[in-house]
């Protein structure tokens, strides 16, 4: 009875996810980015009769479901058979597998042939038999759904906490997800300030680290760092994700936006891409980190008004940098085995202190 009641839940999600009764966020979506490989093997683990770990859902005021766990496995499953749709609602193309492990003959697999696959010729594609389609789409999948919550704070606490443990998404990944979840145009907002060239200068980020969201990790650290008191107790990485949580709902933008564009505005002109690397002799080294990026970048926002009354803005930029590096402070930001509690407490409060004179 309930391998029936599982291979059922199966089967409501994908009608109802074709009737649109079953949300992907599209935001949420634009995260789905496992590699052929992986949606390979869980195809694999469809066919060898492997159930897979509950997805959990939200249940709407109108009876409709929102996914909160389960992105990955839903989006391949549903991109393979050729129903996932991007988010602007066209279908995307579906997918052909490689071959695994166990079952070498997934090679260009396909659920059926089809001209919209792109990186494997139609001749070429090797479209499932009957009964593989039907172990598919028999297979066990438990749907765990959890009744309308009665706050937003309810939802992204468990959407956290349900992820917080996996490997399909890193911190900030899951962060951007709670930031959608609590208002999505702070989410954009953040997303814009991420894209600034001036930014992305002075960050000195590579494809990978973006692609992996280091930029927007930044926004999070300058936003709450900037505009959020740290008590010393909580870990940093749950200070920034409760942090962000309280400046999404405040969804101020006006004042951080401006502030934001004026300080990386001014740390580009000053210095460019070496504006947050440590200085020796006069000479940048190194990478760009979290600790010149809380002394000197927060540093600088927090003073933002006071640095614009000066009569040269960027120069003077430029020489409290240079002189920060070689002030005895510095070291205190790099003793062996410091704890990030401890760091933030003192890159932050000094590097406000550094840039009010």
Same mark, same amino acid.
């Given at each position: 009875m309930l391998k029936d009641e599982i291979e059922a839940a199966q089967r409501r999600v994908m009608n109802m996810y074709k009737d649109k009764e079953f949300v992907i966020n599209p935001d949420f979506q634009r995260l789905f980015r496992w590699e052929i490989g992986q949606k390979s093997k869980l195809i694999e683990s469809l066919l060898l009769g492997i159930p897979l770990p509950? $997805?959990? !859902?939200? %249940? #709407?005021e109108d009876a409709t479901w929102e996914l909160i766990d389960g992105l990955q496995r839903i989006s391949t499953l549903l991109e393979f058979m050729g129903e996932l749709r991007e988010p602007d609602g066209q279908l995307k193309p579906p997918t052909a597998l490689v071959a695994t492990k166990y079952l070498p003959s997934l090679d260009k697999a396909v659920w059926e042939k089809s001209e919209d696959i792109l990186d494997v010729p139609i001749d070429e594609q090797n479209p499932l038999m009957g009964p593989q389609q039907l172990a598919i789409k028999r297979s066990r999948l438990s !749907? %765990? $759904?959890? #009744? @309308?919550?009665? %706050? &937003?704070a309810t939802k992204y606490d468990l959407f956290q906490r349900l992820n917080a443990g996996g490997i399909a998404a890193n911190a900030q990944e899951l962060r951007n997800c709670i930031i959608i979840m609590v208002n999505g145009q702070y989410a954009a907002f953040m997303r814009d300030l991420a894209a600034s060239e001036a930014f992305l200068t002075v960050l000195s980020a590579s494809e990978d680290q973006i692609e992996k969201q280091r930029h927007m990790e930044y926004v999070s650290r300058f936003l709450v760092h900037t505009y959020v008191p740290y008590d010393g107790k909580l870990d !940093?990485? %749950?200070? $920034?994700?409760?942090?962000i949580v309280r400046l999404a709902e405040a969804n101020e933008t006006q004042k951080a936006g401006a502030t934001f564009?004026?300080?990386? =505005?001014?740390? &580009?002109?000053?210095?460019g891409n070496n504006a947050l @690397? @440590?200085?020796q002799d006069g000479v940048p080294t190194g990478r760009v980190g979290l600790a010149a990026f809380e002394a000197i970048a927060v540093g600088v926002a927090k003073n933002i008004d006071h640095i614009q009354g000066k009569t040269n803005p960027t120069e003077y930029v430029r020489q409290r940098i240079l002189d920060l590096w070689q002030s005895p402070a510095v070291q205190?930001?790099?003793? =062996?085995?410091?704890r990030g509690t401890i760091r933030i407490q003192r890159t932050v409060p000094i590097g406000s202190e550094w840039f009010a004179t």
């Open positions: 509950s $997805i959990f !859902v939200f %249940e #709407k !749907v %765990e $759904i959890l #009744k @309308r919550p009665s %706050e &937003n !940093v990485e %749950e200070f $920034i994700d409760e942090g564009s004026a300080t990386f =505005a001014l740390l &580009n002109q000053a210095h @690397r @440590r200085f205190s930001f790099y003793t =062996a085995g410091l």
